[in-house]
Each structure stands twice: as structure tokens, then as C-alpha cells.
């Protein structure tokens, strides 16, 4: 028998075997968050209102209350995994109070939140390297130009815009719990994960970006929340909201977290709505 040949039998031997009911697996809470700072680096652009406001501050307050109800043992976050030194440093710096928050969902919730639990640091778990391809080999907004595509790509873009915008005039008069209820619900996870796939439809670029860019980025991620966890750990995981559906998949198809409701762990909706 050939060698891959003897690795998939050993694979699909260890898949099929029975799990001990002593067996544990960490537990995993992802919270997608907009991002805060409005770096504006995404397909679909955002503009969040200010949360430096001393109103906005006291609904992250809040939210940061209601998510430390999970008791997480660690808190991954969207850094990339070189930058670990870096992340630590700029922690230790808030923790002695020699630096202040940005206006970043890593630090006005991240920071928050591990300081409240006492946690020693976070954990960056994100990889945003370059496909393992020549960059023309998934530009589907240049595949889309030349094949006469173009209107098309820009009409899909433009419909995830609107709703996006849409979304946006509702935070302006919604608390900031109730942001992160509407980007967690399940129907928004999913709808915002359908867009990928219709970029997949654009010729071989397409499929190139999303296979080769984004879903490989959110299995690197999957697979260093894997390495940085325990069996007994509680591990938030707060991203991009796009983040949120592809890594939950991998999280469950692979049986290796037990996943947690976000919605259970975030502010009651307010009543304060447009």
C-alpha cells in the first residue's frame, strides 16, 4: 500500500473511532464585531459611529459585562500570530496604565475584557498572507473587468453595500450590544458568508481568492485557535464579523470545540430602536 494511501486508512480508522465520554474539547464563543476603527480595508465598506462617546463607552461597558458572563480562559483575537510580541507589549502597556485604549473592537472590548478576567495575555491567532499564487491568478475584479463582467461584480458588490449602509443607520440609533446582536444573529452570519460564494462564480479568479485568500486565511485561524487551546478552556474568539461563520463550519465539522451561543452571551436587545 502507498504511503498517502496508508494515511488516509489511519485517518479514517481515527475519525470512525469511538469517543471516550471522559473525552473533553474546549469550548468556543466567536463574536463577530464590526470594526470599530473603520479601517474601511473590507469589500463592503463601514462606517461605524464614534464609540469613543461617553454614552457609546458605557454600551461597551455593558457588552463587555455581559461577555465576561462566559468566563473565558482565553481570548483570541484578529493579530496576526507573528505579531504576538507586539500584542503583549501593548496589553502590558493598558494593565499598568501607561497607555490608553484605541477605538478598536481588540482594545475597547478585547483589552476590557481579558483585564477584567485577570487574564495574562491574549492570544493573536490570525494569518493575512499572500495566496500561494501569482496575483493575477486571483484578481476576480480584474478577471471581471476583462471578461465583461464587470457591471455584474460591481452590481453584487453594490448590493452587499446597501444592505451594510442599511445596517449602519440602525447603530446610529441602537446601543452597541445591539450591534453585535444583529451581526451574531445566525441569519446574518449566513447571509453575510453567501457573498464569498457568488464571488466564486467569477471564472477560475474567483474560486482562486476564496479558495486559495479567504477560507485558507480562516483555516489558519481555525487551526491556531486549535493549537492555543486546552481541553478544559472557555476561548472567545472576537473578529471580523465575516470571521464568524467559516470558523464556527470548521469548529464543528472538525468536532474538535464545543460551540457556545453567542447571542447568549451578549446584551438584552435595548429598547431604544429607530
Request: hydrophobic share 40%; net charge positive.
Amino acid at each position: 500500500m502507498k504511503l498517502f494511501e496508508l494515511l488516509v486508512a489511519a485517518a479514517f480508522a481515527l475519525s470512525s473511532a469511538p469517543v471516550s465520554a471522559q473525552e473533553k474539547t474546549p469550548d468556543l464563543l466567536i463574536v463577530g464585531s464590526p470594526h470599530l476603527a473603520n479601517p474601511n480595508k473590507d469589500m463592503v465598506k463601514s462606517s461605524v459611529p464614534d464609540i469613543m462617546s461617553p454614552n457609546r463607552q458605557r454600551e461597551i461597558e455593558a457588552l463587555v459585562d455581559a461577555l465576561a458572563r462566559y468566563r473565558p480562559t482565553r481570548i483570541a483575537v484578529e493579530v496576526q500570530v507573528k505579531d504576538q510580541a507586539r500584542l503583549n507589549q501593548r496589553y502590558a502597556a493598558y494593565r499598568s496604565g501607561s497607555a490608553q485604549l484605541a477605538p478598536t473592537e481588540l482594545e475597547q472590548i478585547g483589552f476590557r475584557l481579558a483585564a477584567r478576567l485577570n487574564l495574562p495575555r491574549l492570544e493573536a491567532v490570525d494569518w493575512n498572507g499572500a495566496p500561494p499564487m501569482a496575483e493575477a491568478d486571483y484578481d476576480f475584479a480584474a478577471w471581471a473587468d476583462t471578461n465583461g463582467r464587470g457591471p455584474e461584480l460591481k452590481a453584487l458588490l453594490g448590493r452587499g453595500q446597501t444592505s451594510m449602509t442599511a445596517l449602519q443607520a440602525r447603530w446610529r440609533c441602537t446601543s452597541v450590544g445591539d450591534w453585535y446582536r444583529q451581526l451574531n444573529a445566525p441569519s446574518y452570519r449566513a447571509a453575510d458568508n453567501k457573498l464569498y460564494f457568488d464571488i466564486a462564480m467569477f471564472g477560475e479568479a474567483g474560486p482562486n481568492w476564496v479558495g486559495g485568500s479567504w477560507f485558507m486565511r480562516n483555516l489558519r485561524i481555525f487551526s491556531q485557535l486549535r493549537r492555543s487551546s486546552e481541553p478544559n478552556d472557555r476561548m472567545l474568539v472576537l473578529f471580523g464579523a465575516s470571521h464568524a461563520f467559516p470558523i464556527e463550519q470548521y469548529a464543528q465539522q472538525s468536532g474538535t470545540f464545543t460551540i457556545s451561543d453567542t447571542l447568549a452571551y451578549l446584551p438584552k436587545q435595548s429598547s431604544n430602536q429607530c
